[in-house]
Protein backbone atom coordinates (compact mmCIF):
# COMPACT_ATOMS: atom_id res chain seq x y z
CA UNK A 1 0.00 0.00 0.00
CA UNK A 2 0.91 3.37 0.13
CA UNK A 3 -0.07 5.44 3.08
CA UNK A 4 2.20 8.45 3.51
CA UNK A 5 4.95 9.58 1.42
CA UNK A 6 7.05 12.65 1.14
CA UNK A 7 6.10 15.60 -1.44
CA UNK A 8 9.04 18.41 -1.02
CA UNK A 9 8.98 20.45 -4.96
CA UNK A 10 7.16 23.34 -5.22
CA UNK A 11 4.57 23.66 -8.41
CA UNK A 12 6.98 25.20 -10.48
CA UNK A 13 9.34 22.15 -10.15
CA UNK A 14 7.16 20.05 -10.83
CA UNK A 15 6.06 21.89 -14.17
CA UNK A 16 9.40 22.06 -15.57
CA UNK A 17 9.86 18.30 -14.49
CA UNK A 18 6.73 16.86 -15.68
CA UNK A 19 6.40 19.16 -18.96
CA UNK A 20 3.02 21.16 -17.46
CA UNK A 21 1.46 24.17 -16.76
CA UNK A 22 1.48 25.51 -12.87
CA UNK A 23 -2.45 25.79 -12.32
CA UNK A 24 -2.36 25.44 -8.40
CA UNK A 25 -2.64 29.40 -7.88
CA UNK A 26 -2.53 29.93 -4.22
CA UNK A 27 -3.95 26.24 -3.04
CA UNK A 28 -0.31 24.69 -3.59
CA UNK A 29 0.31 23.13 -0.52
CA UNK A 30 4.09 23.90 0.71
CA UNK A 31 6.91 21.14 0.92
CA UNK A 32 5.74 17.88 3.11
CA UNK A 33 8.15 15.11 4.31
CA UNK A 34 4.76 13.38 6.00
CA UNK A 35 2.24 13.47 3.73
CA UNK A 36 -1.23 11.72 5.17
CA UNK A 37 -4.51 11.10 4.28
CA UNK A 38 -6.85 13.14 3.20
CA UNK A 39 -4.18 16.06 3.17
CA UNK A 40 -4.03 18.37 0.09
CA UNK A 41 -1.31 17.70 -2.50
CA UNK A 42 -0.32 17.89 -6.29
CA UNK A 43 -1.01 15.85 -8.99
CA UNK A 44 -0.17 16.08 -13.23
CA UNK A 45 -3.63 15.76 -15.24
CA UNK A 46 -4.19 16.23 -18.89
CA UNK A 47 -7.80 18.19 -19.51
CA UNK A 48 -9.30 19.59 -22.89
CA UNK A 49 -11.57 22.55 -22.37
CA UNK A 50 -14.22 22.80 -24.67
CA UNK A 51 -12.64 24.15 -28.47
CA UNK A 52 -8.89 24.57 -26.97
CA UNK A 53 -6.05 22.21 -27.13
CA UNK A 54 -5.11 19.41 -24.68
CA UNK A 55 -3.14 21.13 -21.49
CA UNK A 56 -0.84 19.18 -19.02
CA UNK A 57 -1.38 21.19 -15.57
CA UNK A 58 -0.25 20.86 -11.92
CA UNK A 59 -3.27 20.83 -9.68
CA UNK A 60 -4.78 20.40 -6.28
CA UNK A 61 -6.59 17.39 -5.01
CA UNK A 62 -7.96 16.06 -1.50
CA UNK A 63 -5.75 12.55 -1.10
CA UNK A 64 -8.93 9.99 -0.53
CA UNK A 65 -11.08 9.23 -3.51
CA UNK A 66 -14.80 10.48 -2.65
CA UNK A 67 -17.00 9.16 -5.63
CA UNK A 68 -19.37 11.71 -6.90
CA UNK A 69 -22.05 9.56 -5.55
CA UNK A 70 -20.91 9.81 -2.34
CA UNK A 71 -23.32 11.41 0.67
CA UNK A 72 -19.82 13.06 2.51
CA UNK A 73 -16.19 12.65 2.70
CA UNK A 74 -16.40 10.38 5.37
CA UNK A 75 -14.87 7.59 3.97
CA UNK A 76 -12.00 9.43 2.31
CA UNK A 77 -9.34 8.15 4.51
CA UNK A 78 -10.01 4.26 3.74
CA UNK A 79 -10.03 5.05 -0.30
CA UNK A 80 -6.27 6.39 -0.50
CA UNK A 81 -5.40 3.71 -2.55
CA UNK A 82 -6.72 1.44 -5.59
CA UNK A 83 -5.83 -1.89 -6.40
CA UNK A 84 -4.57 -1.94 -10.20
CA UNK A 85 -6.00 -5.67 -10.24
CA UNK A 86 -9.21 -4.39 -9.57
CA UNK A 87 -9.86 -0.65 -10.59
CA UNK A 88 -11.62 -1.20 -13.94
CA UNK A 89 -14.10 -3.41 -11.99
CA UNK A 90 -14.80 -1.53 -8.90
CA UNK A 91 -17.64 0.63 -8.77
CA UNK A 92 -16.07 3.66 -6.92
CA UNK A 93 -13.09 3.30 -8.74
CA UNK A 94 -14.18 2.54 -12.95
CA UNK A 95 -15.07 5.50 -14.18
CA UNK A 96 -12.21 7.07 -12.29
CA UNK A 97 -9.86 5.32 -13.87
CA UNK A 98 -11.27 5.38 -17.23
CA UNK A 99 -11.81 9.17 -17.56
CA UNK A 100 -9.78 10.80 -15.00
CA UNK A 101 -6.14 9.33 -14.63
CA UNK A 102 -3.45 11.37 -12.99
CA UNK A 103 -0.16 11.41 -11.96
CA UNK A 104 0.68 11.74 -8.06
CA UNK A 105 4.11 13.24 -7.94
CA UNK A 106 6.60 11.95 -4.93
CA UNK A 107 9.60 12.41 -3.67
CA UNK A 108 9.00 9.15 -2.50
CA UNK A 109 6.99 6.93 -0.10
CA UNK A 110 7.62 4.86 3.31
CA UNK A 111 6.78 1.70 3.97
CA UNK A 112 6.91 -0.10 7.41
CA UNK A 113 8.75 -3.68 6.96
CA UNK A 114 7.02 -6.16 9.80
CA UNK A 115 9.63 -7.63 12.09
CA UNK A 116 10.11 -8.71 15.38
CA UNK A 117 8.75 -6.04 17.97
CA UNK A 118 8.12 -2.99 16.62
CA UNK A 119 8.19 -2.58 12.06
CA UNK A 120 10.67 -0.83 10.76
CA UNK A 121 10.34 2.17 8.44
CA UNK A 122 12.02 2.65 5.21
CA UNK A 123 11.80 5.53 2.69
CA UNK A 124 11.90 4.44 -0.91
CA UNK A 125 13.48 7.06 -3.36
CA UNK A 126 15.36 8.02 -6.79
CA UNK A 127 17.84 9.84 -4.63
CA UNK A 128 18.67 12.16 -6.99
CA UNK A 129 16.25 14.89 -6.89
CA UNK A 130 13.86 13.23 -10.05
CA UNK A 131 10.34 12.27 -8.69
CA UNK A 132 8.68 9.47 -8.88
CA UNK A 133 5.22 9.44 -10.80
CA UNK A 134 2.90 7.40 -9.27
CA UNK A 135 -0.61 6.66 -10.78
CA UNK A 136 -3.14 7.92 -9.86
CA UNK A 137 -7.04 8.40 -10.16
CA UNK A 138 -9.59 11.33 -9.43
CA UNK A 139 -13.00 12.62 -8.84
CA UNK A 140 -15.18 15.63 -8.22
CA UNK A 141 -17.45 15.46 -5.20
CA UNK A 142 -20.02 18.32 -5.40
CA UNK A 143 -21.76 20.00 -2.10
CA UNK A 144 -23.66 23.24 -2.52
CA UNK A 145 -22.32 24.02 -5.79
CA UNK A 146 -18.71 23.79 -4.61
CA UNK A 147 -16.22 21.04 -6.06
CA UNK A 148 -13.76 19.41 -3.70
CA UNK A 149 -11.47 17.23 -6.11
CA UNK A 150 -10.12 14.28 -4.20
CA UNK A 151 -7.75 11.40 -5.82
CA UNK A 152 -6.08 8.13 -4.94
CA UNK A 153 -2.49 6.47 -5.73
CA UNK A 154 -3.01 3.02 -7.71
CA UNK A 155 -1.40 0.49 -5.90
CA UNK A 156 -0.07 -3.43 -7.11
CA UNK A 157 1.86 -6.18 -5.88
CA UNK A 158 5.79 -5.49 -5.06
CA UNK A 159 8.25 -6.62 -7.40
CA UNK A 160 11.95 -6.70 -6.96
CA UNK A 161 13.41 -5.94 -4.24
CA UNK A 162 10.39 -4.04 -2.25
CA UNK A 163 9.09 -7.72 -1.83
CA UNK A 164 11.08 -8.12 1.24
CA UNK A 165 9.70 -4.74 2.93
CA UNK A 166 5.74 -4.65 2.08
CA UNK A 167 3.68 -6.88 -0.44
CA UNK A 168 2.66 -3.72 -1.79
CA UNK A 169 3.69 -1.08 -3.63
CA UNK A 170 2.47 1.94 -5.58
CA UNK A 171 2.30 1.48 -9.38
CA UNK A 172 5.08 3.80 -10.70
CA UNK A 173 5.11 5.13 -14.30
CA UNK A 174 8.09 5.66 -15.97
CA UNK A 175 8.43 8.69 -18.19
CA UNK A 176 7.44 7.00 -21.71
CA UNK A 177 4.22 5.83 -20.33
CA UNK A 178 2.76 9.53 -19.00
CA UNK A 179 1.15 10.29 -21.93
CA UNK A 180 -0.61 7.36 -22.89
CA UNK A 181 -1.81 7.43 -18.73
CA UNK A 182 -2.73 10.98 -18.29
CA UNK A 183 -4.63 10.91 -22.30
CA UNK A 184 -8.26 11.86 -21.35
CA UNK A 185 -9.54 10.57 -24.79
CA UNK A 186 -8.09 6.39 -23.77
CA UNK A 187 -10.53 5.11 -21.92
CA UNK A 188 -8.61 1.28 -21.40
CA UNK A 189 -5.67 1.67 -19.46
CA UNK A 190 -5.17 -1.52 -18.40
CA UNK A 191 -2.05 -2.27 -20.32
CA UNK A 192 -0.55 0.24 -18.12
CA UNK A 193 -1.45 -1.49 -15.21
CA UNK A 194 1.84 -3.48 -15.07
CA UNK A 195 4.73 -2.43 -12.52
CA UNK A 196 7.85 -1.37 -14.16
CA UNK A 197 10.95 -3.37 -13.10
CA UNK A 198 13.21 -1.33 -14.54
CA UNK A 199 11.92 1.79 -12.00
CA UNK A 200 11.88 -0.72 -8.77
CA UNK A 201 15.50 -1.66 -9.51
CA UNK A 202 16.62 1.93 -9.58
CA UNK A 203 15.48 2.93 -6.68
CA UNK A 204 16.83 3.48 -2.84
CA UNK A 205 15.34 1.39 0.07
CA UNK A 206 16.24 3.54 3.09
CA UNK A 207 15.77 3.10 6.34
CA UNK A 208 14.46 5.82 7.88
CA UNK A 209 13.29 6.75 12.10
CA UNK A 210 10.03 5.58 13.52
CA UNK A 211 9.60 9.49 13.78
CA UNK A 212 7.97 8.76 10.78
CA UNK A 213 5.28 7.11 12.50
CA UNK A 214 4.17 10.10 13.84
CA UNK A 215 1.70 12.65 11.45
CA UNK A 216 2.77 15.22 13.86
CA UNK A 217 6.68 15.16 12.40
CA UNK A 218 7.02 16.95 9.48
CA UNK A 219 10.50 17.97 8.62
CA UNK A 220 13.57 17.02 6.59
CA UNK A 221 15.08 14.84 8.88
CA UNK A 222 12.60 12.11 8.23
CA UNK A 223 13.85 10.93 4.92
CA UNK A 224 17.57 10.74 6.11
CA UNK A 225 19.19 7.05 6.75
CA UNK A 226 18.73 6.13 10.02
CA UNK A 227 21.08 2.99 11.20
CA UNK A 228 19.45 -0.36 11.47
CA UNK A 229 19.62 -1.56 15.69
Not at 54 to 73: N, Q, T, Y
Not at 81 to 101: C, D, F, G, H, W
Request: aromatic share 6%; charged share 25%; glycine share 4%.
Amino acid sequence: MCGRYASTKDPALLAAEFEAVDATGDEAPGADYNVAPTKHVMAVVERKPEDEDLERSIRVMRWGLVPHWAKDLSGAAKMINARAESVLEKPAYKQSAMKRRCIIPAAGWYEWQPGEGRKQPYFMTLGDDTSLAMAGIWSVWWKDDVPTVTCAVLTTESIGALTEVHNRMPLLLPQDRWSAWLDPDSLDPSELLTPDLSIVEALELRPVSTAVNSVKNNNASLVERAELS
